[in-house]
């Protein structure tokens, strides 16, 4: 067993923001402690014993956990799988954080690196704690082939959030190419497609998300893991829309309904239904389109979820060029907008169709419509800034301001030809 002393001084000294020169005082010089730090000696129990005492850390030495390690390695990816495969996460990661002050773990350099890693998995699920993002981060140089390829697709996740994009898409390209011939388990392997194709589909990148998810979807059927297939189905059907393949994504969708009515998955119907009614609204059924809208209003309980098929409905009412129906919704999404904070983007949405419905104000229009391009524009929201950039330019086109409405639609065009 290669023991984990250095790695764990390392971390626990970066945690309490302690420079070397602080621990290193009066118990050896800073390079011997950086070489601790980096695995290239092994100190003698009385270093270590003082540099844990400065630490505050409880670190069993004299004491051999190698008999625990694997069994200890199953339990931890056991847990994960769990968490991962059955979406169980907010349980599981009571039991994962139990392993924090095992002395198997921090005795083990192999069994160290698999919780911190496991750590910085959950990190990246709702609720996590990222700083054992960051604290993998610190360890990197000592992280084998697999676990590079798991800290990529963290760094992935993490990097994509933090808007830097490019970073993110070249880490799920290395992933995409070195991931066929890792040691990572089938089912690790499935969640890593699936994320790797939720990446590619908001890197615009249709094919590539079919293909991802589809071979997840593969594992998750055979293992019966329903709320993982539901949402491979989801993900199929967006990326079979962009493509303009209505009945193929439609067939999708169909199928998740057909798994959620055979489960107790409810609260996925809200999501589905307003996916089809997007579908058929694009294929010229308004009133189908309509029905869907309304039963996912219906379905749906979060605030923010029920104000995107308010504005569903709003638009297909608006399609309809039925005014009434408009302003109907209208209301039912201002009253929800009070419920419920960081809704900006709604009030882009809903001001336009007030002012083009109800106070039929046209510069009042030109301006809310000027707002909303500018906002979804700096959010990457393509589809809603073609749409009202593309508005605004046949407003200004009509009110004879020739030169801003060629501006705007030239914005159109450059968006058309970047998503093709």
């Keep these: 067993m290669e023991n984990n002393y250095g790695n764990l001084i390392k971390v626990e000294r970066m945690r309490k923001n302690m420079k070397q020169t602080v621990l290193a005082r009066g118990i050896c010089s800073v390079s011997y402690l950086s070489k601790i730090e980096n695995n290239q000696t092994s100190p003698s129990e009385e270093v270590l014993e003082l540099i844990f005492e400065r630490l505050e850390l409880d670190v069993p ?3 051999d956990f190698s008999y625990q390690v694997e069994k200890v390695k199953e339990e931890i990816r056991g847990i994960l799988k769990e968490a991962i495969l059955n979406r169980n996460d907010h349980e599981k990661r009571k039991d994962i954080v139990k392993y924090v002050n095992h002395p198997a773990v921090k005795q083990s350099k192999t069994l160290y690196i698999t919780l911190m890693v496991t750590l910085a998995r959950f990190g990246m699920m709702p609720g ?3 700083r054992y993002v960051t604290e993998v981060g610190w360890l990197v140089d000592q992280l084998d082939k697999d676990d590079e390829l798991r800290y990529a697709l963290i760094k992935a996740l993490q990097t994509f959030q933090q808007n830097e994009k490019q970073t993110a898409f070249d880490l799920v390209e290395k992933l995409n190419e070195q991931l066929p011939s890792s040691g990572i388990p089938d089912w690790e392997v ?14 615009t990148d249709n094919i590539q998300a079919i293909e991802n998810v589809k071979f997840a979807l593969n594992y998750f059927q055979e293992n019966f893991c329903l709320e993982r297939i539901v949402e491979c189905h989801l993900i199929i059907g967006l990326s079979y829309k962009r493509r303009k393949r209505y009945s193929e994504s439609l067939s999708h969708y169909q199928k998740a309904i057909k798994v959620i009515s055979a489960t107790n998955l409810k609260n996925y119907y809200g999501m589905l239904y307003n996916n089809m009614g997007e579908i058929y609204s694009l294929l010229g ?3 189908k389109a309509l029905q869907y809208f309304i039963e996912s209003f219906e379905y749906k309980i979060d605030v923010r979820s029920k104000l995107y ?3 569903s409905l709003i638009e297909v ?9 408009v302003l109907e919704w209208l209301d039912v999404g201002y009253d929800l907008m009070g419920k419920e904070s960081s809704i900006e983007e709604f009030q882009h949405h809903f001001d336009i ?4 419905f109800k106070e039929k104000n046209v510069n009042n229009l030109v301006i809310s419509l000027k707002k909303a391009v500018a906002y979804f524009e700096s959010h990457d929201e393509y589809m809603y800034t073609k749409k009202y950039a593309l508005w605004l330019a046949k407003v200004l086109r009509e009110n004879g301001k020739y030169k801003l409405s060629t501006e705007y ?3 159109v065009i450059a968006i058309m030809s970047q998503s093709e």
């Design 190 to 203: 499935a969640d890593i497609r699936y994320i790797m194709g939720g990446l590619y589909y908001k890197f």
């Design 309 to 311: 098929s308010v504005l």
């Design 409 to 411: 639609y030239e914005k």
């Design 317 to 325: 009412n608006s399609t309809q060029k039925n005014t009434d129906g």
């Design 128 to 130: 996590g704690e990222t």
């Design 285 to 287: 059924d308004q009133d």
């Design 61 to 63: 030495l004299y004491f």
């Design 353 to 356: 169709y007030l002012n083009h």
